[in-house]
């Protein structure tokens, strides 16, 4: 079973890489970690948008790279 990450998981992802490497802190727009954090899991009735754990992993990546992967 794949466990979503939650924004509070990604924001402190977030900031323990600002503290290792530098960068800023903030959000650009708050409210889009929120919206993103359960992309990898949409669906519609039994359809998975994006199944399997690479996939979902990709549409995580995506997001931080602000990149469009699918």
Do not use: Q, W
Not at 23 to 43: H, Q, S, V
């Amino acid at each position: 079973m794949t466990v979503p990450l939650t924004a509070s998981d990604i924001r402190d992802i977030h900031n323990e890489m600002v503290r290792r490497y530098g960068g800023l802190n903030g959000e650009y727009e708050p409210g889009l970690i929120d919206f993103m954090a359960g992309k990898p899991f949409d669906g519609f009735g039994e359809l998975e948008y994006y199944p399997g754990l690479f996939i979902k992993a990709a549409i995580y990546g995506g997001f931080c790279n602000k990149t469009t992967l699918l």
